[in-house]
């Protein structure tokens, strides 16, 4: 009952005052990668620790209440003691939290994988009447004035250029623009995307998992953009950014560009700073604890009880 | 697949210009100018054009008659807006170079650029 109250603590702890706390850092903005790690840690270890302190409500009244039972009744009575008694219904209602919540993140995340693959295909079929397989670009271009640039991830990754995008952009920034887009295709930054996408679809209500949602798609941009301007100019390179989305429509409805687009631009253009090797470390050991958290927690309780002399149950068997 | 949609372009170039009911046959004959390719892989690649809504076809005895259904204009424009829509309801499907944005946030961006380059022309002298 504890481990089930502490675990239920540390999600709604996480789901609201930890993504605030990493929505204001600005640290992810100087070491991308560790930022979508975070993100991607804080949002799956709040699901898990749902489903744990489920299974913790569960767990005492099935498998320890059967077969175990029998073998190690005193054992039984001491892991029912540090998990707590809990009734039929507690019990009942812990399975059922714990299966509905993987559930329903299952089906979002396959939901959101099987749409996403067949959108691609269907853009893909749409584009081979009209787009030119460009060979010195490695790139799919459109003849159009509109200045898109954008990739289409999987397998067989492209990169697609409209003819407007190759107007506005010198051979220095084009080279920079298709380096972002490889970038993206080689590091699979469609599946972070993807991830948090489905996972704010099955909870639409935590705000960890929207700002989760949103962050991490800005971080994978930052993580592209740092990716092409490695040996280039970034000022230039914003100029490119800021050129193609003046040659665009603008948008008629909410966008969803503006301040994402904006916070690139300043990074760009400000003097660069990675995040040092040391907070870089210290950071992906948070990340880790972060993600182990609820795991010890849902299991300190059995470990304590394998402590007790009259209890020598092997606990690793049982978590 | 490079193959063929290379030769949807090849066939949709001809009948966005030629801009009539055309059968199978005559983009057949044309395309064989400069190429050797079978009735029926012309027959299939317009056959899928037809399914993915670029052309229309009416019979015409016992072979359709293809026409394009739109501009190739309209066609691309209705394409692009589709790759950098921005709504609330989208997949992870593509990966955008930089979303789309209304003017007010276009000037601000344009703005923050502008500020740097000076800020950089200042320091240098």
């Known amino acids: 009952m504890i481990a089930a109250g502490l675990l239920a603590g540390c999600a709604v702890f996480a789901a609201t005052v930890g993504g605030w706390l990493l929505c204001r850092a600005r640290w992810p903005q100087r070491a991308p990668v560790l930022g979508i790690a975070a993100w991607q840690a804080l949002s799956l270890s709040t699901v898990l620790a749902v489903v744990l302190a489920g299974l913790v409500l569960a767990v005492p009244r099935s498998a320890l209440g059967g077969g175990l039972a029998e073998l190690v009744q005193s054992c039984v009575w001491a892991l029912r003691a540090q998990y707590g008694p809990v009734g039929p219904l507690v019990g009942a209602a812990g399975a059922a939290l714990a299966g509905g919540v993987s559930a329903r993140a299952g089906w979002c995340l396959v939901a959101e994988l099987v749409a996403s693959v067949r959108a691609r295909r269907r853009h893909a079929a749409l584009l081979a009447p009209i787009a030119r397989t460009d060979q010195r670009l490695q790139a799919l271009v459109v003849p159009h004035q509109t200045t898109a640039a954008y990739c289409l991830p999987g397998p067989a990754g492209r990169v697609v250029l409209t003819t407007g995008a190759l107007a506005v952009l010198d051979a220095h920034q084009l080279g920079c623009v298709l380096g972002h887009e490889r970038a993206h295709l080689r590091w699979r930054h469609h599946l972070p995307v993807g991830l948090a996408r489905a996972l704010h679809r099955a909870f639409p209500g935590v705000p960890l998992l929207r700002h989760a949602d949103q962050q991490i798609a800005e971080l994978v941009e930052m993580l592209a953009d740092d990716a092409a301007t490695k040996h280039g100019d970034r000022h230039s390179y914003a100029a490119a950014l800021v050129a193609l989305v003046e040659g665009a429509a603008p948008a008629r409805a909410l966008a969803a560009g503006g301040p994402a687009a904006l916070a690139r631009v300043r990074r760009l253009v400000a003097p660069h700073r990675p995040l040092g090797m040391l907070r870089r470390s210290v950071t992906a050991l948070a990340i880790l604890a972060l993600l182990a958290l609820p795991v010890a927690v849902a299991a300190t309780p059995a470990f304590v009880a394998a402590q007790l002399p009259y209890c020598p149950v092997d606990v690793t068997g049982l978590t | ?125």
Do not use: C, I
């Open chain 2, 1 to 125: 697949m490079r193959q063929l949609g290379e030769l949807e372009t090849a066939v949709m170039d001809r009948l966005w210009s030629w801009d009539r009911p055309t059968s199978v046959r005559e983009v057949l004959d044309d395309l064989n100018r400069e190429r050797d390719l079978a009735y029926t892989t012309v027959m299939t690649v317009m056959d899928n054009l037809h399914r993915k809504g670029l052309l229309a076809r009416d019979r015409d005895g016992r072979a359709y008659r293809y026409r394009p259904t739109g501009s190739r204009e309209e066609y691309t424009a209705e394409l692009m807006e589709a790759a950098l829509a921005t709504g609330g309801d989208r997949t992870a499907a593509l990966l955008r170079f930089v979303d789309r944005m209304d003017r007010a946030e276009v000037a601000a961006l344009r703005k923050a650029l502008e500020a740097a380059g000076r800020r950089k022309k200042g320091s240098r002298q």
